[in-house]
């Protein structure tokens, strides 16, 4: 194995420590919402600054592989996608965490109603980010498409969460802060998944050049 193919195992490896830690970002967030346990917002903002020094470490090294090894071909490529992955990856944590902080700020206060749809958008988003790292580990773009993929059952319960959300607004107006919250929380968790998606996207160019 060359010098290159090094470098790029290594990469692969704490991109992978990345997604990791944004899906267990993701579990803080259903603890602090689900389970208003408001100790896991604090847990999931330190978590997400582990990712924001990985993102820093990564794009350095990425740079510095890249002025170096002058790569072609499939390696350039490889680089770059996860280049412009890292900022998705970085974002969907972040994303969390807003969850996560709106949970804290949501236990003190009887739900509004049973998050039965967020819980499915957090349970797809953790496989999504699974399946996100089998893509980038098998380096395998039909993978990356069914990760894809999964981001369509996440918008359409984000869209019946918002009817949902509405209406109570609009048959008691008691309801319009708890009901404007938990509509940023279901926004926070369709975009998380929306940049997972991205980071998909990125795989799919690497292992075949095709924009999607």
Same mark, same amino acid.
């Given at each position: 194995?060359?010098?290159?193919?090094?470098?790029?195992?290594?990469?692969?490896?704490?991109?992978?420590?990345?997604?990791?830690?944004?899906?267990?970002?993701?579990?803080?967030?259903?603890? $602090? &919402? /689900?389970?208003?346990?408001?100790?896991? !917002?604090?847990?999931?903002?330190?978590? =997400?600054?582990?990712? #924001?020094? @990985?993102?820093?470490?990564?794009?350095?090294?990425?740079?510095?592989?890249?002025?170096?090894?002058?790569?072609?071909?499939?390696?350039?490529?490889?680089?770059?996608?996860?280049?412009?992955?890292?900022?998705?990856?970085?974002?969907?944590?972040?994303?969390?965490?807003?969850?996560?902080?709106?949970?804290?700020?949501?236990?003190?206060?009887?739900?509004?109603?049973?998050?039965?749809?967020?819980?499915?958008?957090?349970?797809?988003?953790?496989?999504?980010?699974?399946?996100?790292?089998? $893509? &980038? /580990?098998?380096?395998?773009?039909?993978? !990356?498409?069914?990760?894809?993929?999964? =981001?369509?059952?996440? #918008?359409? @319960?984000?869209?019946?969460?918002?009817?949902?959300?509405?209406?109570?607004?609009?048959?008691?107006?008691?309801?319009?802060?708890?009901?404007?919250?938990?509509?940023?929380?279901?926004?926070?968790?369709?975009?998380?998944?929306?940049?997972?998606?991205?980071?998909?996207?990125?795989?799919?160019?690497?292992?075949?050049?095709?924009?999607?």
């Amino acid at each position: 194995m060359n010098p290159l193919q090094h470098e790029v195992q290594d990469i692969v490896a704490e991109v992978v420590r990345m997604l990791s830690l944004v899906r267990e970002s993701v579990g803080l967030a259903r603890r $602090a &919402l /689900v389970d208003a346990e408001v100790a896991a !917002a604090a847990l999931c903002k330190e978590t =997400d600054r582990q990712v #924001d020094d @990985l993102q820093d470490h990564l794009e350095r090294r990425i740079l510095i592989v890249i002025a170096r090894r002058q790569p072609a071909a499939g390696d350039l490529r490889f680089l770059g996608a996860v280049y412009r992955a890292l900022a998705d990856i970085e974002r969907a944590g972040d994303y969390a965490v807003h969850v996560a902080r709106a949970g804290a700020e949501l236990a003190d206060r009887p739900p509004l109603k049973k998050y039965l749809d967020m819980q499915r958008i957090l349970d797809i988003s953790e496989r999504m980010i699974e399946r996100t790292v089998d $893509a &980038l /580990v098998e380096s395998d773009a039909d993978i !990356a498409r069914e990760a894809r993929a999964m =981001d369509e059952e996440i #918008d359409e @319960l984000y869209e019946q969460i918002q009817r949902e959300l509405i209406t109570y607004m609009i048959e008691d107006s008691n309801t319009i802060g708890a009901a404007t919250k938990l509509l940023a929380v279901a926004r926070y968790l369709e975009r998380l998944a929306d940049h997972i998606e991205n980071v998909n996207e990125h795989i799919i160019f690497w292992r075949t050049a095709e924009r999607v």
